[in-house]
């Protein structure tokens, strides 16, 4: 899959999430997180209420099988 950006960006994680055709909320269960926490992720870097997703979460992205959701 190529990307906007390099590594994991609020960008690139809309477009995996577009491309993948998940909605948040399936992310999120993927991931074993709360919905919100990908909210945060995909909040734009220069506010206050974002968090960086962790590397470990990012790969865990990059092994997605269509069929695992």
Not at 13 to 23: D, V
Not at 42 to 64: A, C, V
Request: charge should be neutral; aromatic fraction near 10%.
């Amino acid at each position: 899959m190529t990307y906007p950006e390099i590594g994991y960006t609020p960008a690139n994680l809309r477009h995996w999430i577009e491309q993948h055709g998940l909605t948040q909320a399936q992310t999120a269960e993927y991931l074993g997180v709360q919905t919100r926490t990908v909210r945060m992720w995909l909040t734009e870097t220069d506010k206050t209420s974002h968090r960086d997703m962790p590397l470990e979460k990012w790969r865990l992205l990059q092994q997605y099988q269509k069929s695992e959701v």
